[in-house]
């Protein structure tokens, strides 16, 4: 019932630029809010940005300032613009959609697309 296109990880230096796009099909529901969360191998999970469905955008303190999120022209395509990218920046990206179907509310994950920073 739900399911998630992610695009725009790959191998970038340090120092430049990457954009990924999340794209969320769903039949029935509502979006509640997207997010962007990250995983290096042997961390845990953790969160790089999350935009409400009123366009409130948070982020972690590791991306402030270098990271923006944004939405497409409808709730269900999300972006997460990355510049002066790190190599610690490098992980698996994943994006989270909250959706609301009838009347339960839950949080569904893509598939991951991988962001590599290094020279």
């Known amino acids: 019932q739900v399911q998630f296109a992610e695009s725009g990880g790959g191998l970038v230096q340090p120092g430049g630029s990457l954009r990924l796009s999340c794209t969320v099909s769903?039949?029935?529901?509502?979006?509640?809010?997207m997010a962007w969360y990250r995983q290096a191998p042997g961390n845990q999970r953790e969160l790089v940005a999350i935009?409400?469905?009123?366009?409130?955008?948070e982020y972690g303190d590791s991306v402030k300032g270098r990271f923006t999120i944004s939405r497409g022209n409808t709730e269900k395509t999300v972006y997460l613009q990355m510049m002066s990218l790190k190599p610690e920046d490098t992980a698996v990206y994943y994006c989270k959609a909250t959706i609301m179907i009838l009347t339960t509310t839950r949080d569904y994950w893509g598939q991951g697309t991988q962001v590599t920073v290094s020279s």
């Open positions: 769903i039949r029935i529901g509502n979006i509640r809010g």
């Open positions: 935009i409400s469905t009123g366009g409130r955008a």
